[in-house]
C-alpha cells in the first residue's frame, strides 16, 4: 500500500516515513504543499497524511486541489488543536484529523479504517457484477462461472478500480484522466474512450449494451453494480 506523507517539518516527517516503511508501506514524501498535490498525481496514493501549515500551499488547498480530482482518503495530521481548524479540514474534504503529539498505534488504527472504508460497500476485499468476480487485494479479475482469469493491463485495473471505488457515483472525465494518466493527459479523452471499450470487451456481457461500466454523455462515467442498461455514446 502506498502513502504520501506531507509535512514541513524535516524531524517529523523522516520519523513517519521509517515507521511506515518498517510496516511494509511504499512511502511517498512532500514537504510543501505544491509538492504533495504532484507527488499525489504522480504516484497515486492509497492515502495521504496531510499537515495544514505548509508553505507555497496551505494543507486546505492541498485538500481542496486533491478532491478536484481524486476520493483518495485524508488524514490530516496537525499540531492545530482549534476546533475551527479540524472544522476547515473536514468541510474541505479531509476524511479524518488527528493531532500532534500522537501515538502511533492510534495512526495506524486510523489509516487502516481509512483504507478500508475506500473499498467498495459491498465488501471489504472484493467485489462481484455480472459474471466478472474482483479482487482488490489480489488486483485480479475472474469469471465467476468458471474462475478464468481475465487479464487486465496496468491501466484497466487503475481505471476500473477508480470507478468501483466510486460505485453509482459519476466519476467526471478530468477526474479518470488525472486519476489514471495524470494531470498532464487532462485533455486526452481519446485514451479514456480506447480503454473504457477495451474494459467493456472484456468485461461486460453485451460490449454494445453496457450495464455496468456506463456513459455519462458529456460528463464522464459510472460504474454500477447490479447492471442496468446504458448507452455506448461517449462523452
Do not use: C
Not at 138 to 156: C, F, N, P, Q
Amino acid at each position: 500500500m502506498k502513502v504520501l506523507i506531507a509535512d514541513d517539518d524535516a524531524q517529523i516527517l523522516r520519523a513517519l516515513s521509517i515507521t511506515f516503511t518498517a510496516y511494509d508501506y511504499d512511502v511517498v514524501t512532500a514537504k510543501d504543499g505544491a509538492a504533495a498535490l504532484r507527488r499525489a498525481a504522480e504516484h497515486h496514493p492509497d492515502i495521504v497524511l496531510l499537515d495544514l501549515g505548509m508553505p507555497r500551499l496551505s494543507g486546505i488547498d492541498v485538500i481542496h486541489g486533491l478532491r478536484g480530482w481524486s476520493s483518495v482518503p485524508i488524514l490530516v495530521i496537525s499540531g492545530r488543536m482549534d476546533s475551527i481548524d479540524k472544522v476547515q479540514a473536514l468541510d474541505a474534504g479531509a476524511d479524518d484529523y488527528v493531532t500532534k503529539p500522537f501515538l502511533t498505534d492510534e495512526l495506524f488504527a486510523r489509516v487502516r479504517a481509512l483504507t478500508r472504508r475506500r473499498l467498495p460497500a459491498q465488501e471489504e476485499a472484493g467485489a462481484s457484477f455480472g459474471n466478472v468476480r474482483v479482487d482488490f487485494v489480489a488486483k485480479s479479475v475472474v469469471r465467476a462461472i468458471d474462475g478464468t482469469d481475465i487479464h487486465l493491463t496496468r491501466t484497466e485495473w487503475r481505471l476500473l478500480e477508480t470507478l468501483m471505488v466510486n460505485s453509482g457515483r459519476l466519476v467526471t472525465q478530468e477526474m479518470l484522466l488525472t486519476e489514471v494518466w495524470g494531470p498532464q493527459h487532462i485533455r486526452d479523452t481519446g485514451y479514456l474512450r480506447l480503454y473504457v471499450r477495451q474494459l467493456r470487451k472484456k468485461l461486460e456481457p453485451d460490449p454494445s449494451a453496457p450495464r455496468h461500466l456506463l456513459t455519462e454523455t458529456g460528463m464522464g462515467y459510472r460504474f454500477v453494480a447490479e447492471g442496468k442498461q446504458g448507452t455506448i455514446a461517449e462523452p
